[in-house]
């Protein structure tokens, strides 16, 4: 019943967001705060974990596919497909869903804490929208762009290894990338980011907005904002893979 309870004051919180907008003005600076906070800030972690990503890929793909039987310009292939289709926009929002939900989560429910929350309700401010539409714009409008950084960055990161380690040379792995290259891969790929992008901010913002207590009880938000946020991003995997694929 507890899943029950938490999905229907999950969908009232997101009705509540829309009932008394705000001005565009002041959703539009809080956007772009929240774009900021949320691309740059990830974008390093984000670009070491694609590099090696690709680069672990394509040696273990290479282990497994040594045969005279086997082009090589096949492991490019593979890895590039792999990358597009699930390594970049899941492995990424998993992880963005521990660095980005994690924090949004904390900043939320530091607020409720404070009172804060209840200061601008006070004021007759729409307090979900105020504070939770901003970062759930951002994360779509900011993921995706990630996502397409980290599967460039993944197929640079197999290329890298594939000639360091004298598999195949850089020629023959962007061959194979381009034999298999099919548009809806990388449209499948957007439609996960911009999936999980809504899935990441906007339980996170949940999370944190229905804090009550203290300091633990931050702490214990942002944990569950991340398993949540991670439970459902695999959920979604499995039925957005089933439905296009």
Known sequence: MSIFYHLGRY????????????????????????????????????????????????????YQLISPLVANPVIGSIVSDSSMLELAPTITCLVLAGNVGSHIASEIGTMRVYEQIDALEIMGINSAGFIALPKIVAGIMVIPLLIVLSIFLSNVGGIVAGNASGILTPDEYIQGARESFLPFNLAFSLIKAFTYAFIITSVSCYQGYYTHGGALEVGSSSTKAVVASAVIILFSDYLLTQLLL
């Open 11 to 62: 969908l009232l919180f997101l009705r509540q967001m829309f009932s008394r907008p705000e001005r565009f003005r002041v959703y539009w600076d809080r956007t772009i705060l929240e774009m900021k906070n949320i691309g740059i800030g990830s974008l390093p972690i984000v670009a070491i974990i694609a590099v090696f990503q690709g680069a672990v890929t394509t040696l273990q793909i290479a």
